[in-house]
């Protein structure tokens, strides 16, 4: 158990639709990733907030947004869903938002747009 | 721009049996860090080991090790008497400041080992 939990576990919607994952890191750690991970893509980095400000952005769609708030815990809504949104999000969490820290992955939310 | 290639895709060994998986890096940094992470078929991803760039000594944990050499741009990640527990999907990942410190992965190595 890496100590980061996501909700939900799986997700099924339709296309055209909006949802949102929720994140919670690890006890004292600032920084927050989200990750997808789709057949065809592989592993992908979408975005990073530390301590409440985005700080690096990856191939994250603009449909997509992020947050992370006060309480460190980050949100990842994905709206106006497409078929090929279909993959494993994840969450990671480290101590800082610089290089040398490990990222601890929590279990994944696994959507599937119908 | 930074790139990891795991050019195995899948290797299926017999237990007991070592096995090697590698990893090749692409990187314009001159300090960065390299990951080894374990995704078994639960589909979490597991925290193997994290390499300094500035730090070239193998590392063996268990019946794990790693070897990586600056000189050919590789992380070489090795099992030992591999057992059927070992087999997952085994990333090969790394982090620079000149790509913001983003996490970038490989393709991925699925191993299967078989009684």
């Known amino acids: 158990d890496s100590g980061v939990t996501q909700t939900p576990k799986h997700l099924i919607t339709a296309t055209g639709q909006r949802v949102t994952l929720r994140c919670s890191p690890r006890s004292g750690d600032l920084s927050v990733y989200w990750y997808q991970q789709s057949l065809d893509q592989g592993l992908q980095f979408l975005i990073q907030y530390y301590n409440g400000e985005e700080r690096a952005k990856g191939n994250i769609l603009e449909r997509f947004s992020a947050q992370q708030f006060p309480d460190l815990h980050s949100e990842l809504n994905l709206s106006s869903l497409e078929l090929g949104d279909s993959a494993l999000y994840f969450c990671?969490?480290?101590?800082w938002g610089t290089g040398e820290n490990e990222q601890f992955f929590g279990p994944g939310t696994r959507l599937t747009v119908l | 721009a930074q790139k990891v290639t795991q050019a195995q895709t899948e290797i299926s060994v017999v237990e007991k049996e070592d096995v090697t998986l590698d990893c090749v890096y692409e990187t314009r940094d001159t300090t960065y860090y390299l990951f080894w992470y374990k995704q078994p078929p639960s589909g979490e991803l597991v925290f193997l080991i994290r390499?300094?760039?500035?730090?070239?000594q193998n590392e063996i944990s268990g019946r794990y090790s790693w070897n990586f050499q600056k000189s050919t741009s590789s992380f070489n990640f090795t099992i030992t008497a591999s057992q059927v527990v070992d087999s997952a999907v085994y990333f090969c990942?790394?982090?620079?400041?000149?790509?913001?410190?983003?996490?970038?992965f490989g393709g991925g190595t699925r191993l299967m080992v078989k009684p």
């Open positions: 390499r300094n760039s500035f730090d070239e």
């Open positions: 990671a969490s480290s101590p």
């Open positions: 990942a790394l982090r620079g400041p000149n790509a913001g410190n983003m996490l970038t």
